[in-house]
T-cell receptor, first 111, second 114 residues
Framework: DQQVKQNSPSLSVQEGRISILNCDYT??????FLWYKKYPAEGPTFLIS?????DKNEDGRFTVFLNKSAKHLSLHIVPSQPGDSAVYFC??????????FGGGTRLMVKP | DTAVSQTPKYLVTQMGNDKSIKCEQN?????MYWYKQDSKKFLKIMFS???????INETVPNRFSPKSPDKAHLNLHINSLELGDSAVYFC?????????????FGPGTRLTVL
């Protein structure tokens, strides 16, 4: 039973446009959310996070939005660049140490 | 200068064999993890060690035994390998055991059991 879901396995976007990656979760006890980015043959790297007491967190071109009532978060990348092409994992945490990851979304940014 | 390294990068072996994957971090972190990425690409925590002590042990078969000789190393030994063990295994580390602390991942070890 997957508690964190990324329903879009892939997304293709033109360079310069906005990329929106979505993530849904089922456990209302999750109180912290993270996005990790993964290039082929490398491990995931931390990108951005948000606490459940916030609804938005921004870091440069990356913004994460959290809608607790809908149990939904999204990662916006604007403007998208070819170097952003990677697999993006959403992860959630509840009062403890254990991250629960989604299945990832492959983003392809076309020049 | 690699922060979290794993060896080997690829491992192909027969069912029933015993194998080990090594992980080392040079970040000075006190917490290390093992994750399994299955065929559906989900990353799932297996174990977590803080200061060489086990703090997370998910429902992993006892054929998997982590060993932390010191804070910089967390090795994974797998006995009696099965086909279902085929996956990519990632080691990670963080400073502090809280999940909010950024985890740094190794490049992964692709295990194929034939």
């Amino acid at each position: 039973d997957q508690q964190v879901k990324q329903n879009s396995p892939s997304l293709s976007v033109q360079e310069g446009r906005i990329s929106i990656l979505n993530c849904d979760y089922t456990n209302s006890m999750f109180d912290y959310f993270l996005w990790y980015k993964k290039y082929p043959a490398e491990g995931p790297t931390f990108l951005i996070s948000i606490s459940s007491i916030k609804d938005k967190n921004e870091d440069g071109r990356f913004t994460v939005f959290l809608n607790k009532s809908a149990k939904h978060l999204s990662l916006h990348i604007v403007p998208s660049q070819p170097g952003d092409s990677a697999v993006y994992f959403c992860a959630a945490l509840k009062a403890g140490n254990m991250l629960t990851f989604g299945g990832g979304t492959r983003l392809m940014v076309k020049p | 200068d690699t922060a979290v390294s794993q060896t080997p990068k690829y491992l192909v072996t027969q069912m029933g064999n015993d194998k080990s994957i090594k992980c080392e971090q040079n970040l000075g972190h006190d917490t290390m993890y093992w994750y399994k990425q299955d065929s559906k690409k989900f990353l799932k925590i297996m174990f977590s060690y803080n200061n060489k002590e086990l703090i997370i042990n998910e429902t992993v078969p006892n054929r998997f035994s982590p060993k932390s000789p010191d804070k910089a190393h967390l090795n994974l030994h797998i006995n009696s390998l099965e086909l279902g063990d085929s996956a990519v295994y990632f080691c990670a580390s963080s400073q502090g055991a809280r999940g909010t602390n950024e985890q740094f991942f190794g490049p992964g070890t692709r295990l194929t059991v034939l």
